[in-house]
Each structure stands twice: as structure tokens, then as C-alpha cells.
């Protein structure tokens, strides 16, 4: 009897610790980190070898490498917005049909749509604990400056503490402005229309030939007045309303300082793990890094061999070890998977008015951020999940950051939204070797807007070499599995200067218009034999050359009927700067200034 009631009391806790592993195992925390402008060639496990990244390496070696990880679009702003929703950003209006393709105004009021769903609201409702740390920048008030309809805390996220639009060079006294190009259009220009009209009368009026009214000349000294006014207005002001820290729903310092800043948001996010050790929670760390304004506090500045850039990324690098270290301090690490990216490609054009490039590398491949050349779209990406993910693979399949939502939504017991369209796919199958094949047969390439390139994997179709001499068979019928990787361009940018890698005149490459050059027929890569894009197939080196032509035209095709007319969140009247929606952490005017964070840091959120 006695002992009958021991095996059974045995029984019970073999059960209860098999239920234990079992919940935990289906309910793993989620720690992703997303970097900015970060090239796939800058860290050491991508093969740089003079770039000193020993965490983001640590963090390869303990999972798996994905070598052909895409972002969904090469700009900050969109390529976000389908990470976070899985969606391509055309379906969410977060594409522009202009040359301005992201937020660069706290005071728009355009953003990721109320209608969207986050990977944060889908573990919200299944109980996790929710932040995001670091960078936004997709949007935060609609109608007045209190909505915050965009706002991290609107889409799912308990806590956020960072920056709601992007670090920009004008955040940083001394580093220049992004807005040069616009200011010698909008206002230099203009003045020297008005001084050459200003001369021009003044001339004629002393040599008699016409009367000029004096209040002609007042009129335009005026107009020049505005315009300068305007100016200066726009140089001080620009920096603290645009560039500052929130905490949840308060501003906590404007404009924003980079005195350890990497530090004062790395410990905010290992506070949030500890705090949240004993329950399921979901933290993004966003990090600021790569993106220009480069910044690095006093233990990094001039450490590194690659300058302000190399100071920036081994700084980073350091944040994510941090991270790290505090999931085994709390034994967490097994339970817990976690994900490395950048949002697209490094800015290759990002070079100093000294010549100091502030771009990082994109490795062998072409281009950068802002066009679909590999350079810009092809970007780390790393899962670790402790005995649940073998350690030490490499994975050379199509995979995109939209996979991360249906992965995170699944393994987080989330059933996916049956009224919309997900484009990413679940990533588990391939990463716990179940699959070797990507489930993405196409992937669609946007510039902004506009369709730009279609990548194809066929999964029922053997290789099709240059000259080859198979037959060769539509995706849809049975055969040999190929591993050829197609891509076609219907548009390519035009690099300036000639050579170059970039498009350096404008500082990013444009979508539409005189800035790109169309081709007819599109233009195909083999990227599995031709990673670098160099050599571009023709009906000669490439016997099916219109076959597969053809089959990549009719699934864009079929791709754009499953598409919806949506509010365009990143139109004009959107972009503009709203003095409405303009947040000040001051009463008095404009002044905006103020520096809680150390205070509020001391508190517990």
C-alpha cells in the first residue's frame, strides 16, 4: 500500500516536471535584436576579420547563420514595419510613391496603421510581457500630439523606452545635415534668385532705364528675410523636435544626448529581463547603431580599426554580450530564443564631408541600403534557442525578416490572423532541420512602392545551368528539386558617379523616374552562381532565358492581385511636419528641453 502511493506520488511529479518542460519549451521568451544599417560583411561570423564582433559570434556559433536572410525592403521604415507585422509594407501603406521613403519628422502623422497586427499584440494576448528599447521610427500621433495611435504602446508593446523616429546626422551637433540636398533646392536657391533680382533691378533703376517702386525692393529684401528666417529656424529647432528620448508615453530627455547611450539602454533591457525572469515576456532591442549619427561612448571611441564606424559596431557588440550574459545569469538562455539582424543593407554612400566613410560593408556583394541589389537587402541573421536549435549550422536558403512573425506567433501558442495576408513563413521547420527548403518559392523585391525585383527559388525544378541541355519543367510539375536561385530586375538604380557602387549625387538611390534605368526584358541573375550580380543572363548563356522569365512575371502578377488599395501612410500630406502633433516635454513655446532620464532611470518600470 505504502508503496503503491510512492510510485504514485513519483508518477505525479514525473508528470508535473514533463508538463513543466513541456509548457516551457512551448512558451520560450523572445529576445530580438535589430541593428540599423548594419552590412552583412561587418561582423566576424559574415567573415570580417578586422571588425571585433566576439558576441554577435558567440551567438552564431550557439545557433544557427542564415546566409541569405532578406530584408523586406532596404529602408529603415518599411523594412520595419514587415518585421514587426510579417507583411510586405505595401499591404500596410507603409510604402511611398515618392522619393522620401521613411518618417524624418516626431511630428507627422503618418504610421503604422491601428488595423495592423504586431508580433507584440499577438503575445500580449497570450501573456507575455511586452518591450520595445531603442528605435521605432513608424510613426506616433494621428490627430494631436496626446493619441499616439503609432506609438510602440498602441501596437502591442507594454514598455518602450528609446527613440520614436531615427537618429540622424542633424541629432548630433557637428555631423552635417541629411537635409542638404533639400536646403540648396529650397532655400539657397531661392536666394539666389532673389539677390540676382535684387541687383538686376538696382541696376537698371541707377541707369534710368525703368522705375522701380521701392516697395519692390522692400518685398523681396522680405522674402529673403523669410526664407533665411526660415532657415535658422529649421537648424535650431530641428535637433530637439525631433530628436529625443520617451519613456511609455513621456518625453525623458530633449533633445537627446548620446552620453552612454548605448549603456543606458542596454541596462533598461537587461532591467526588463530581470524583472520579467519568472514569466514569458518578448523584448526588441532596437539598436540605434548603425546608423549615422555615429556615436560611441569614451571605452570605444578610437578602439577600433575601421574608425567612428568600427568604434559604433564593436559597441554594439558589447550591448548584445550584455544581453546575453544576463540570460545565463538567470539560467534563461535555454528557454529563451533569440534573434540578430539589421533592417537592410549598410549605407555605402554615407561619407563625411572629410571623406570619412561612416557606411559599413556589404561584403562581396552589390550595392547597399535603399536598392535591391544583394548590398542592400541581404543582412545577417541569426537564431539561437539552446537545445532546441542545433548550434553551429549554416542555412543558405531565401529566408526574410517576415518570417519572424509567424515563428515568434506559433511558438508562442498564437494562432496567425485569418483576415489578412501573411507573407512571412514559419522558420522552425528549417531551422530544426525537419525542412531543407525555404517555404518561400517567390520573394518580391519593393522599391518603396514599386515592384522592383522577384527572387525565385523553384521548388520542383532542377538547376538550370547556363547551356544546359535539360528539359526544362514548370514549377507546378513534379521533378528533381533545383538550386538555382533566380532574380529578375524590371528597374535598376543609377549609380553616380560612373563606377561607383552607390548612388552618391543623391546620397540614396531613388525608385522612380530619371533616377533609375527600366528593362525590357527584365534583367536575370543566377544569385546561387552569381552571388554578386555582375553577370546579368542572356537568351545566349541562358537557353530558358523566357521561360523563366515568364513563370517570374505571371507569380508577380498573381502577387499584385492579392494586393488592396490602402491609405498611403507615407503620402506627402503624412510626412509633412504638423506643429499639432509636435511633442515638447516644455510648456514654454518651442523651448523643448529638458533631461529626466537619469531620475526616471532610478524608478522601477
Same mark, same amino acid.
Given at each position: 500500500?505504502?508503496?503503491?502511493r510512492?510510485m504514485r506520488t513519483?508518477?505525479?511529479?514525473?508528470?508535473?516536471?514533463? =508538463?513543466?518542460?513541456?509548457h516551457a519549451?512551448?512558451t520560450?521568451?523572445?529576445?530580438l535584436?535589430?541593428?540599423?544599417?548594419?552590412?552583412?560583411?561587418d561582423p566576424g561570423?559574415?567573415?570580417?576579420?578586422?571588425l571585433?564582433?566576439?558576441?554577435?559570434?558567440r551567438?552564431?556559433?550557439?545557433?544557427v547563420?542564415?546566409?541569405?536572410?532578406l530584408?523586406?525592403?532596404?529602408?529603415?521604415?518599411p523594412?520595419?514595419?514587415?518585421?514587426?507585422?510579417g507583411?510586405?509594407?505595401?499591404?500596410?501603406?507603409?510604402a511611398?510613391?515618392?522619393?522620401v521613403g521613411?518618417?524624418?519628422?516626431?511630428?507627422?502623422?503618418?504610421g503604422?496603421?491601428?488595423?495592423?497586427?504586431t508580433?507584440a499584440?499577438?503575445? *500580449?494576448?497570450q501573456?507575455?510581457?511586452t518591450?520595445?528599447i531603442?528605435?521605432?521610427?513608424?510613426g506616433?500621433?494621428?490627430?494631436?500630439?496626446t493619441?499616439?495611435?503609432?506609438?510602440?504602446?498602441?501596437?502591442?508593446?507594454d514598455?518602450?523606452?528609446?527613440?520614436?523616429?531615427?537618429?540622424l546626422?542633424?541629432?548630433?551637433?557637428g555631423?552635417?545635415?541629411?537635409f542638404?540636398?533639400?536646403?540648396?533646392?529650397?532655400?539657397?536657391?531661392?536666394?539666389?534668385v532673389?539677390?540676382?533680382?535684387?541687383?538686376?533691378?538696382?541696376?537698371?533703376?541707377?541707369?534710368g532705364?525703368i522705375?522701380?517702386?521701392?516697395?519692390?525692393?522692400f518685398?523681396?529684401?522680405?522674402?529673403?528675410a523669410?526664407?533665411?528666417g526660415?532657415?535658422?529656424?529649421f537648424?535650431?529647432?530641428?535637433?530637439?523636435?525631433?530628436?529625443f528620448l520617451?519613456r511609455?508615453?513621456?518625453i525623458?530627455?530633449?533633445?537627446?544626448s548620446?552620453d552612454?547611450l548605448t549603456?543606458?539602454?542596454?541596462?533598461?533591457?537587461?532591467?526588463?529581463?530581470?524583472?520579467?525572469?519568472?514569466?514569458?515576456?518578448?523584448?526588441?532591442?532596437?539598436?540605434?547603431?548603425?546608423?549615422?549619427a555615429?556615436?560611441?561612448s569614451?571605452?570605444f571611441?578610437?578602439?577600433?580599426?575601421?574608425?567612428?564606424?568600427?568604434?559604433?559596431?564593436?559597441?554594439?557588440d558589447?550591448?548584445?554580450?550584455?544581453?546575453?550574459?544576463?540570460l545565463?545569469e538567470? *539560467?534563461?538562455a535555454n528557454?529563451?530564443?533569440?534573434?540578430?539582424?539589421s533592417?537592410q543593407?549598410?549605407h555605402?554612400?554615407?561619407?563625411?564631408?572629410?571623406?570619412?566613410?561612416?557606411?559599413?560593408?556589404?561584403?562581396?556583394?552589390?550595392g547597399?541600403k535603399?536598392?535591391?541589389?544583394e548590398?542592400?537587402?541581404?543582412?545577417?541573421g541569426?537564431l539561437?534557442w539552446?537545445?532546441?536549435?542545433?548550434?553551429?549550422?549554416?542555412?543558405? =536558403?531565401?529566408?526574410?525578416?517576415m518570417?519572424?512573425?509567424?515563428?515568434?506567433?506559433k511558438?508562442?501558442?498564437?494562432?496567425?490572423?485569418?483576415d489578412?495576408?501573411?507573407?512571412?513563413?514559419?522558420?522552425?521547420?528549417?531551422?530544426?532541420g525537419r525542412?531543407?527548403r525555404?517555404?518561400?518559392?517567390f520573394l518580391?523585391?519593393?522599391?518603396?512602392?514599386?515592384?522592383?525585383?522577384?527572387r525565385?527559388?523553384?521548388?520542383?525544378?532542377?538547376?538550370?545551368?547556363?547551356?544546359?541541355?535539360?528539359?526544362?519543367?514548370?514549377?507546378?510539375?513534379?521533378?528533381?528539386?533545383g538550386?538555382?536561385?533566380?532574380?529578375?530586375?524590371f528597374?535598376?538604380?543609377?549609380?553616380?558617379p560612373?563606377?561607383?557602387?552607390?548612388?552618391?549625387?543623391?546620397?540614396v538611390?531613388?525608385?522612380?523616374?530619371?533616377?533609375?534605368?527600366?528593362?525590357d526584358?527584365?534583367?536575370?541573375?543566377?544569385?546561387?552562381?552569381?552571388?554578386r550580380?555582375?553577370?546579368?543572363?542572356?537568351?545566349?548563356?541562358?537557353p530558358?532565358?523566357?521561360?523563366i522569365?515568364?513563370?517570374m512575371?505571371?507569380?508577380?502578377?498573381?502577387?499584385?492581385?492579392?494586393?488592396?488599395d490602402?491609405?498611403n501612410?507615407?503620402?506627402?500630406?503624412?510626412l509633412?511636419?504638423?506643429?499639432?502633433?509636435q511633442?515638447?516635454?516644455?510648456?514654454?513655446?518651442?523651448?523643448?528641453?529638458?533631461?529626466?532620464? *537619469?531620475?526616471?532611470?532610478?524608478g522601477?518600470?
Amino acid at each position: 500500500m505504502l508503496r503503491a502511493r510512492k510510485m504514485r506520488t513519483l508518477l505525479l511529479l514525473l508528470l508535473f516536471i514533463y =508538463e513543466a518542460r513541456s509548457h516551457a519549451v512551448s512558451t520560450p521568451n523572445f529576445v530580438l535584436l535589430m541593428a540599423d544599417d548594419l552590412g552583412i560583411g561587418d561582423p566576424g561570423c559574415y567573415g570580417n576579420k578586422t571588425l571585433r564582433t566576439p558576441n554577435i559570434d558567440r551567438l552564431a556559433r550557439g545557433g544557427v547563420k542564415l546566409t541569405q536572410h532578406l530584408a523586406a525592403s532596404p529602408l529603415c521604415t518599411p523594412s520595419r514595419a514587415a518585421f514587426m507585422t510579417g507583411r510586405y509594407p505595401i499591404r500596410s501603406g507603409m510604402a511611398s510613391r515618392s522619393q522620401v521613403g521613411v518618417f524624418v519628422f516626431s511630428a507627422s502623422s503618418g504610421g503604422l496603421p491601428h488595423s495592423e497586427i504586431t508580433f507584440a499584440k499577438l503575445l *500580449k494576448n497570450q501573456g507575455y510581457s511586452t518591450a520595445l528599447i531603442g528605435k521605432w521610427h513608424l510613426g506616433t500621433s494621428c490627430h494631436n500630439r496626446t493619441d499616439l495611435c503609432h506609438h510602440p504602446l498602441s501596437h502591442g508593446f507594454d514598455y518602450f523606452h528609446g527613440l520614436p523616429v531615427t537618429n540622424l546626422r542633424d541629432c548630433k551637433p557637428g555631423e552635417g545635415s541629411v537635409f542638404t540636398r533639400a536646403l540648396r533646392l529650397l532655400v539657397f536657391l531661392p536666394l539666389q534668385v532673389i539677390a540676382i533680382t535684387l541687383l538686376t533691378l538696382a541696376v537698371l533703376r541707377c541707369l534710368g532705364l525703368i522705375q522701380v517702386p521701392p516697395c519692390i525692393f522692400f518685398c523681396l529684401f522680405f522674402l529673403a528675410a523669410l526664407v533665411l528666417g526660415g532657415l535658422l529656424c529649421f537648424l535650431h529647432y530641428f535637433r530637439p523636435l525631433n530628436c529625443f528620448l520617451m519613456r511609455n508615453r513621456d518625453i525623458t530627455q530633449q533633445p537627446m544626448s548620446y552620453d552612454n547611450l548605448t549603456q543606458r539602454l542596454t541596462a533598461d533591457a537587461a532591467q526588463f529581463i530581470q524583472r520579467n525572469a519568472k514569466t514569458p515576456f518578448l523584448l526588441v532591442l532596437a539598436f540605434l547603431h548603425m546608423h549615422t549619427a555615429l556615436f560611441s561612448s569614451k571605452d570605444f571611441a578610437g578602439k577600433s580599426k575601421h574608425g567612428a564606424y568600427g568604434d559604433a559596431a564593436e559597441e554594439m557588440d558589447w550591448s548584445v554580450g550584455q544581453i546575453l550574459d544576463v540570460l545565463d545569469e538567470l *539560467k534563461l538562455a535555454n528557454n529563451t530564443l533569440v534573434y540578430f539582424s539589421s533592417d537592410q543593407g549598410a549605407h555605402v554612400e554615407e561619407v563625411t564631408v572629410k571623406g570619412e566613410g561612416h557606411g559599413g560593408s556589404n561584403g562581396i556583394y552589390k550595392g547597399g541600403k535603399a536598392n535591391n541589389w544583394e548590398g542592400g537587402i541581404r543582412v545577417p541573421g541569426i537564431l539561437r534557442w539552446p537545445g532546441v536549435i542545433q548550434a553551429g549550422l549554416e542555412i543558405d =536558403e531565401p529566408t526574410s525578416n517576415m518570417d519572424i512573425f509567424p515563428t515568434v506567433a506559433k511558438l508562442a501558442g498564437s494562432p496567425l490572423p485569418e483576415d489578412r495576408i501573411i507573407d512571412g513563413r514559419d522558420l522552425m521547420p528549417l531551422l530544426q532541420g525537419r525542412s531543407h527548403r525555404s517555404d518561400h518559392e517567390f520573394l518580391f523585391h519593393y522599391c518603396n512602392f514599386y515592384l522592383n525585383a522577384v527572387r525565385w527559388h523553384p521548388q520542383n525544378s532542377f538547376a538550370l545551368a547556363p547551356n544546359a541541355l535539360e528539359m526544362f519543367t514548370r514549377p507546378s510539375l513534379p521533378s528533381l528539386k533545383g538550386t538555382s536561385i533566380w532574380k529578375a530586375f524590371f528597374f535598376t538604380p543609377k549609380f553616380f558617379p560612373e563606377g561607383a557602387n552607390g548612388c552618391f549625387a543623391t546620397h540614396v538611390c531613388f525608385c522612380h523616374g530619371q533616377y533609375v534605368t527600366y528593362h525590357d526584358p527584365p534583367l536575370l541573375f543566377d544569385i546561387s552562381q552569381d552571388p554578386r550580380e555582375r553577370n546579368p543572363l542572356t537568351p545566349t548563356s541562358q537557353p530558358r532565358f523566357r521561360e523563366i522569365l515568364e513563370t517570374m512575371q505571371e507569380a508577380a502578377a498573381r502577387h499584385a492581385e492579392t494586393l488592396r488599395d490602402v491609405p498611403n501612410q507615407l503620402s506627402l500630406g503624412n510626412l509633412i511636419w504638423k506643429p499639432w502633433l509636435q511633442m515638447c516635454c516644455s510648456s514654454s513655446g518651442l523651448f523643448c528641453q529638458c533631461d529626466w532620464e *537619469k531620475q526616471v532611470g532610478r524608478g522601477s518600470h
